[in-house]
């Protein structure tokens, strides 16, 4: 019986139904712009900061099981004094990404203030996310990359991806002109040099441009490219939602479902609004696990963290279960 069961969910996956409804997450879900990772039984996610916990830096939630989550703390006490100076006002920091390389643990966060494009991506270390283990320390690595008013892109939202070469690349942006894309290296983790604009991946093609949280996954030969549309930050009236499009090369060009070009304005939508889940964006992907936040409209509109299983069609299309 077992085995029949499994055999029915597979198949109901591989079409796209859904299969039966995941376990409920419970615990602390208070998480705005998730990025999900695992080492060993261990779930970790990091997500936009609060000024009122931990100085805004950004925080950290644990669980055991990928169900039960508990709030771990901050990765520093405070926002490091630099970029208060590079940028004026900066009272929390945003939208995470936090990848292992060797037996080190990356973590890229942003800068900002909202509406501005005055931002700063930077770069924290650690060789465990255990903070139990003595050897727990963040270390503060300094800038990625920077935008000022008078650059066309937006850099927040950092998301990595290393390509089949071994190279490194971190995919970003907000508004503006969209999502645009520079070349990492390792083992520092920083831009490498020598590099002129930063590529571009996609653009909404009409004002506002309302297109951000880029995060590439690489799966079968295809780069998958996951954006967040539309807005977000608005409780109820939040009308964000998760789009997708595919390319052979991860700078590009990518496509949507029905060929279109995501730098014209393409991009499948996999995941909006449903029931009491409103606005699900903000998005990172840990294997077959998309983590993402929403609003909660049985809770005033406030934000929850949400993990959903992606299945892939004979199509190589990925689907939300």
């Given at each position: 019986?077992?085995?029949?069961?499994?055999?029915?969910?597979?198949?109901?996956?591989?079409?796209?139904?859904?299969?039966?409804?995941?376990?409920?997450?419970?615990?602390?879900?208070?998480?705005?712009?998730?990025?999900?990772?695992?080492?060993?039984?261990?779930?970790?996610?990091?997500?936009?900061?609060?000024?009122?916990?931990?100085?805004?830096?950004?925080?950290?939630?644990?669980?055991?099981d990928g169900k039960h989550w508990?709030?771990?703390?901050?990765?520093?006490?405070?926002i490091p004094a630099w970029l208060?100076?590079?940028?004026?006002?900066?009272?929390?920091?945003?939208?995470?990404?936090?990848?292992?390389?060797?037996?080190?643990?990356?973590?890229?966060?942003?800068?900002?203030?909202?509406?501005s494009n005055r931002s700063v991506?930077?770069?924290?270390?650690?060789?465990?996310?255990?903070?139990?283990?003595?050897?727990?320390?963040?270390?503060?690595?300094?800038?990625?990359?920077?935008?000022?008013?008078?650059?066309?892109?937006?850099?927040?939202?950092?998301?990595?991806?290393?390509?089949?070469?071994?190279?490194?690349?971190?995919?970003?942006?907000?508004?503006?002109?969209?999502?645009?894309?520079?070349?990492?290296?390792?083992?520092?983790?920083?831009?490498?040099?020598?590099?002129?604009?930063?590529?571009?991946?996609?653009?909404?093609?009409?004002?506002?441009?309302?297109?951000?949280?880029?995060?590439?996954?690489?799966?079968?030969?295809?780069?998958?490219?996951?954006?967040?549309?539309?807005?977000?930050?608005?409780?109820?009236?939040?009308?964000?939602?998760?789009?997708?499009?595919?390319?052979?090369?991860?700078?590009?060009?990518?496509?949507?479902?029905?060929?279109?070009?995501?730098?014209?304005?393409?991009?499948?939508?996999?995941?909006?609004?449903?029931?009491?889940?409103?606005?699900?964006?903000?998005?990172?992907?840990?294997?077959?696990?998309?983590?993402?936040?929403?609003?909660?409209?049985?809770?005033?509109?406030?934000?929850?963290?949400?993990?959903?299983?992606?299945?892939?069609?004979?199509?190589?299309?990925?689907?939300?279960?």
């Open positions: 019986m077992k085995r029949l069961l499994a055999l029915i969910t597979c198949l109901l996956l591989t079409i796209g139904l859904p299969a039966s409804a995941a376990p409920a997450l419970t615990g602390d879900l208070r998480t705005h712009d998730p990025a999900l990772i695992r080492t060993g039984d261990d779930w970790y996610v990091f997500s936009t900061g609060d000024e009122r916990v931990g100085g805004g830096t950004v925080q950290i939630r644990h669980s055991s508990t709030f771990a703390g901050t990765v520093f006490d405070r208060s100076t590079e940028v004026p006002g900066v009272s929390n920091l945003w939208a995470p990404e936090i990848v292992k390389r060797g037996s080190t643990y990356y973590l890229y966060y942003s800068a900002s203030t909202f509406g991506i930077a770069l924290a270390t650690n060789t465990t996310l255990n903070p139990r283990d003595p050897a727990y320390r963040w270390v503060d690595r300094g800038l990625v990359h920077r935008s000022l008013p008078t650059d066309d892109y937006n850099a927040i939202d950092p998301g990595i991806i290393t390509d089949g070469q071994g190279v490194p690349w971190m995919a970003f942006g907000s508004f503006w002109s969209g999502i645009r894309m520079i070349r990492l290296q390792w083992p520092s983790g920083l831009a490498a040099p020598g590099q002129g604009a930063p590529l571009r991946l996609a653009d909404r093609r009409e004002p506002p441009n309302a297109v951000e949280a880029p995060y590439v996954v690489s799966r079968n030969g295809w780069y998958y490219l996951f954006v967040s549309f539309d807005f977000c930050c608005r409780g109820t009236d939040s009308t964000y939602k998760i789009a997708v499009g595919r390319s052979r090369s991860v700078s590009g060009p990518y496509s949507d479902k029905a060929g279109k070009a995501l730098l014209q304005g393409g991009g499948t939508v996999i995941l909006s609004s449903s029931g009491r889940k409103i606005g699900p964006g903000g998005q990172s992907v840990y294997g077959n696990t998309l983590a993402h936040h929403y609003y909660d409209a049985d809770a005033n509109g406030d934000f929850r963290l949400d993990l959903r299983q992606l299945s892939w069609g004979s199509d190589g299309w990925p689907r939300v279960s």
